[in-house]
Structures are given as C-alpha cells and as structure tokens.
C-alpha cells in the first residue's frame, strides 16, 4: 500500500508568494498526499488566495496563533500521513520532491533530507547542501528538504516553542541527538527565499542557535571539535552583519562612542577582525591613523598602508581606539587604562552598538 504524506505549510500574510507554494503541492509526481494549511487570521489576501483551492486541500485552519512553531505544532496534531514534509508559505518543492523522499525512506531511514537552492533579495541563486549531517552542532541541515516520520514525532516530540527563532534547528538536532536515522540524499527539494533581517534579529538567530547547539554538544563524540566552529560560526555571522550595515550608522556609532573629535582613530589588533575593521573604516570615509598589536611578530609590517606599531604608542596624545580582537578584550582594556592616558578612549568593535555588548561573551553559555 503506498505511504501517504502530510505535507503542512504555515501562512501569515503571503499573498505574494502562497499560490506558488500550493501549485508546488498540488503539482507533484506523488499522488497519495494529504495537505495542510494553517493559516494565522492573514489581512493581505493569503486567505482568500488559499480559499481558492479550498476543495483540493485536505485541512484548512484559520485561527490567529501564537507564532511560527506553534502554527506547525498545529499541522504535526492533525497530519495522519506516515510521513510528513514542512514547506512554508514563501517557499516551494520541486515537483518530485515527496515522490523523492518516499522513495529514499527505507526501513532503516527516520528522516531524508537533501539540498535546497536559495533565492537572495537581489534575484541572485545559490545552493544550501546539507550532506554533513554529523556537522548538526553547528550547521542546520536545509529544513524545507526534510522528510520525517510521524513516529519519529510521536516519539521524540514536535517543535519547542521555548525558541523564538530557530525551534526547526533545535527540533532536528534533538532528533540527532536521540537516535533518529538520518539519510542525505543528494537531490534539490525545494526553492527557499532568503529575505533580509535586520542587524538585531541576525544576533538573536546566531544567539538562540549557539544556545542550542551547546546544549545538546555533551551528547556529540567529538565536543572539543565542534565547541569552537559553534563558536566561530556565531562571532562570523555577528561580525558579518556589523560590517555590512549601514555606513552612515557605522560612522554616527563611532562619533557616538568617542566624543573625542581631535583623537586620532586607531585600531587594536592586527589579526583577521582588524584588518576588516580597517577596510570598514576606510569605506566609510574615515581616517585611520594607527594599528596597533601585542604581537612583536606583526610590529612594522603594514596592512592596507598602515605600519603595524607597538601599543606603547598610545600611552600619549589623544587617541579613538577600536579593540578589535575575537578574544581577550578585557585584557587589552584593562593594558590600556593603565597607560593613564586622560586622552586616550578605546572602544570594543563591535560595542560600537550597544545591542552586542551582552551577546558576545561565549563562555559563559559553553561552561553551562
């Protein structure tokens, strides 16, 4: 007898992209599928959109919810299918998605996956492969690829609506963690918009997914591998984000920070940070006078035509530094306040926004 399907899909408020993503549903190769919708009391015309297809679609709920996960917590109650896929109202499969991922699901696979492409804002096209899976702690597999058994739900529970942001990451490495059996297939499932967020919701999904990852890392073989990629990954995306806001804000944050407008600016550290904070400066139009490091290595090579110096240099004149090290700013902060210098005014890249002063200390999370 052939598996049937539950394929659910989330809306709120997508009147743009739905029809898409239900034609992708009706359209595919497998025909023993059972779709749902749940749909949070949309006002742009989702609904209506949605109602169309009313007498093809096999669950309607419209009700308001309290969010994302919560909404898919809805379809997981009332899917009946042996399998169940997740493809949100923004997205869409490729047309022989289910039909791929029932024929993958043997008896000793809880769950396929594969690859998904991605479309950015701009109309740019890139690719999102998930086949690591044993990099889970720090690297999501593609969600909109994911095929699951309801037992595995049943089993191992649904959505954890404690997670604002990334409840589908916490929910899959719960899985790892526990046992399910994974396949990676190699095949493109779906098609998933990237839409732009803003600075401060890309920290809180870097922070929220660190979070998870660490607490599921006492579970993983290799701990001491992955504790620093997770934390690497986190300071990159934080940092990624930073350099790429606007350069207008980057250059008020800074006056901001110093109010010491005869300063010269100077950058603390000579590694990979500094040397990306100096190309930020320089975009922006500002003027870097010095770069300084501990590192009697670095002292007098130059970088973008500035001579590396010994911090010696700031104990006189009047001084803006930007600390931009990955670790150890407490150290060089306090190095600085000892060199008595009333002109002297230092600043932790990227505490020039105060929205990351207590989102970045790390050790504290991965002692926990």
């Not at 086949?131 to 309801?150: A, C, G, L, T, Y």
């Not at 008020?252 to 040397?275: E, M, R, T």
């Not at 400066?281 to 973008?304: A, F, H, P, Q, R």
Request: proline share 2%; glycine share 8%; with cysteine.
């Amino acid at each position: 007898m052939k598996k049937l399907v539950s394929i659910i899909t989330v809306t709120y408020n997508v009147a743009d992209t739905i029809v898409k993503t239900i034609e992708s549903v009706l359209g595919q190769t497998f025909d023993n599928i059972e779709y749902i919708i749940v749909d949070g009391m949309s006002t742009d015309g989702t609904w209506e959109k949605i109602c169309k297809y009313r007498d093809r679609i096999s669950v309607l709920i419209h009700e308001p919810d309290e969010g994302l996960y919560y909404a898919m917590n809805k379809g997981i109650q009332r899917a009946s299918g042996d399998i169940i896929g997740i493809i949100n109202g923004d997205d869409w499969y490729e047309s022989d998605a289910v039909e791929t991922a029932v024929s993958m699901m043997d008896d000793a696979t809880d769950i396929t996956y594969g690859d998904i492409n991605l479309i950015f804002e701009d109309g740019s096209v890139g690719t999102s492969k998930g086949e690591q899976i044993e990099d889970i702690w720090f690297n999501m597999v593609p969600h909109p690829s994911i095929f699951v058994r309801k037992e595995i739900y049943l089993r191992m529970g649904s959505f954890n609506t404690d997670y604002k942001i990334a409840a589908d990451y916490e929910m899959i490495l719960r899985f790892y963690s526990l046992g399910a059996r994974f396949k990676y297939v190699k095949h493109c499932f779906a098609i998933f918009r990237k839409g732009g967020l803003t600075t401060q919701r890309v920290l809180d999904t870097a922070k929220e997914v660190v979070q998870i990852s660490l607490k599921y890392i006492d579970k993983c073989d290799n701990r001491e591998k992955y504790i620093p990629l997770i934390e690497n990954r986190y300071l990159s995306s934080v940092f990624d984000y930073v350099c790429s806001s606007d350069n207008c804000k980057f250059v008020q944050d800074i006056k901001n920070s110093f109010q010491n407008p005869d300063g010269q600016l100077c950058v603390f550290g000579a590694g990979y940070w500094g040397v990306e904070v100096i190309r930020k400066i320089n975009e922006c139009g500002l003027l870097c006078t010095g770069i300084v490091d501990n590192s009697s290595e670095k002292n007098g090579k130059s970088i973008e035509g500035i001579r590396v110096m010994s911090p010696d240099c700031l104990r006189n004149g009047k001084w803006n530094v930007i600390i931009a090290l990955i670790k150890g700013h407490e150290k060089v902060s306090e190095q600085l306040r000892k060199y008595n210098n009333p002109d002297l005014r230092f600043i932790w890249f990227p505490d020039i926004n105060e929205t990351f002063r207590s989102n970045m200390h790390m050790e504290q999370w991965i002692d926990q």
